[in-house]
């Protein structure tokens, strides 16, 4: 599963175009298994979600995944089978007889989801694809989409939302201004550069500020702590234990793909 | 990776689809346009505005032929109008070809089989709107319509389906050239030299009236094969045309 991640117009969305061949590249070239976008796409097909769900608004929900999966070439006696199954598993069986129109933004995003996944496809592309969802629905589709890892599959997810990212990709390119700035392995363990932390505590204000001199305060027994070596922080956290603090939460303050984004996109 | 074993959209079976959304869509809209034309037209003659009263499905043959005429030309325009309006261009325009390309379809050969279901569309709304006329109007079902409807169909479709290929502003473009096409062979019909061949790259609808004055329940007459190939053989190359803009123009651009 490969993440894309990149601030507004980095060229997230040009390059899902160029890989559905719905652009051609003026410079370079793309191929997937071999193949130039189009070819592959029109000898195989890709389970592919855009940014902007765009179905023909009088469409009945039930048709629109019949016609897609007619297109998808699902075999027709596999087709309501395969209809009832991507329906049941968006939980969209109340809305199937409303058309595209009636539908709220969510539903139309399940909807889109939806019509990826009416057939076994190689290769599949998700362009923002929880936005416009609710938090339940969110985490329900990160539970949808680990479920489509499989061997010989091809995940292919642009997000702004990073910890969606961190959660699902086992890689992410970050691109800016059109140019690939770096790959990272999102859960490839802890840094052991200086990372800022924020420290949840239950004791004296006066001995954390005493410990790291830095230490801003947010609230409510937490501290932001300024960039710390593992050893330094972990030195630190003894000396407050050693004088009656109590640690409730230690976390990084920014996740590891958060920080390589922000050093890489330079915010 | 290594590529998957080929699996075809089952585009035949996607047919039905098209057919209904010509029917729910562009179909009512020729229906309903023709019907006023046709309204406008008959209406005078049975209320006695051009000659004597007469009654609604007596209509004298004559007048009958005469308005039939009359209202060929707006039908196959008006209805090939309809029928090719955006054919491609309102996939881009909506953003419908993200889903729809993202099968394994060959545009081309999607769009080449919209454009021959909405033809049969067209034909089959004239064939009812025939039935309408020979209930209100007289019995007759004058066969030529069953030629003239698909030819017109090819010639101005042909054209209606390049310009939707190439670029967003169809329908106003294709009013447009064929304006152009009527003003310039009206001036330069007889004109020798450049203008002469200028002419020769604008649609022919100057041979568009040798196509609709095909006689209807009426003496045979010459059959005017010229004009057939002419507008046909115009309509059919803009078609491949079309089709290849479809497949070297890039979806992604309106």
């Known amino acids: 599963m490969f993440g894309l991640a990149g601030p507004n117009g980095a060229g997230k969305s040009t390059l899902i175009s160029l890989l559905l061949g719905y652009l051609e590249p003026t410079d370079g070239s793309v191929r997937i298994a071999g193949l130039k976008p189009r070819a592959f796409v029109e000898r195989n097909g890709i389970g592919y979600l855009s940014e902007l769900i765009a179905i023909p608004p009088r469409w009945k929900l039930e048709n629109a995944l019949e016609r897609y999966g007619i297109l998808a070439g699902v075999p027709a006696a ?52 929880t936005h416009g969802l609710d938090p339940v629905w969110t985490q329900r589709f990160r539970d949808i989409v680990e479920a489509l890892r499989r061997p010989g599959r091809a995940i292919f997810i642009a997000s702004h939302n990073l910890d969606e990212l961190q959660r699902l990709a086992d890689r992410v390119a970050i691109i800016d201004h059109g140019q690939l700035q770096r790959v990272v392995q999102p859960r490839g363990g802890a840094t052991s550069s200086a990372t800022p932390y924020i420290i949840s505590v239950v ?58 984004f922000r050093e890489a996109v330079g915010e | 990776m290594t590529a998957p074993q080929r699996r075809r959209a089952r585009l035949s079976q996607y047919t039905p689809w098209i057919f209904r959304d010509y029917m729910t869509n562009q179909g009512p809209s020729t229906i309903v346009v ?45 209805g090939t109008f309809f029928a090719t309006n955006g054919i491609i261009a309102n996939d881009r325009k909506l953003g419908y070809y993200r889903f729809l390309f993202a099968k394994p379809v060959s545009p081309p050969a999607y769009y080449a089989m919209t454009f021959g279901v909405y033809g049969v569309g067209l034909l089959l709304i004239s064939i009812a709107l025939m039935g309408i006329w020979a209930v209100t109007v007289r019995p007759m079902f004058p066969i030529e319509i069953l030629v003239i409807i698909p030819l017109m169909y090819l ?9 939707s290929a190439a670029w967003r502003f169809d329908w106003l473009s294709l009013v447009t050239v064929l304006l152009i096409a009527n ?31 095909l006689r209807f329940e009426g003496p045979p007459g010459v059959i005017p094969w010229s004009s057939i190939a002419w507008l046909g053989g115009y309509g059919l190359a803009c078609f491949v045309l079309g089709m290849i803009v479809v497949r070297k123009r890039s979806l992604g651009t309106s």
């Open chain 1, 78 to 129: 596999e087709l309501a089978t395969r209809i009832a199954q991507v329906i049941d598993l968006l939980g969209l069986g109340d809305q199937r007889g409303k058309t595209v129109k009636q539908l709220s933004k969510g539903n139309l995003q399940r909807l889109g989801l939806a019509q990826a996944l009416l057939r076994d496809e190689q290769v599949i592309i998700l362009d923002e694809p």
């Open chain 1, 203 to 260: 004791g004296d204000d006066a001995v954390v500020r005493n410990v790291f001199a830095n230490a801003e305060s947010r609230g409510n027994g937490d501290y932001e702590l300024p960039a710390l070596d593992l050893l330094t922080l972990n030195a630190g956290v003894a000396a407050l234990l050693q004088r009656g603090v109590l640690v409730s939460n230690l976390r990084p303050a920014h996740s590891m793909l958060e920080q390589h």
């Open chain 2, 34 to 78: 023709v019907l006023l034309v046709g309204f406008l037209s008959v209406m005078p003659v049975i209320q006695g505005v051009t000659g004597a009263a007469t009654k609604m499905g007596q209509v004298p043959v004559e007048t009958a032929r005469r308005i039939l005429e009359a209202m060929l030309p707006p039908l196959a325009f008006l």
């Open chain 2, 155 to 163: 010639a101005y479709g042909g054209i209606g389906f390049l310009l």
């Open chain 2, 183 to 213: 003003v310039a062979w009206a001036v330069w019909g007889n004109a020798e030299g450049l203008r002469h061949w200028i002419l020769y790259v604008l649609p022919p609808v100057h041979r568009a009236n040798d196509v609709y004055r």
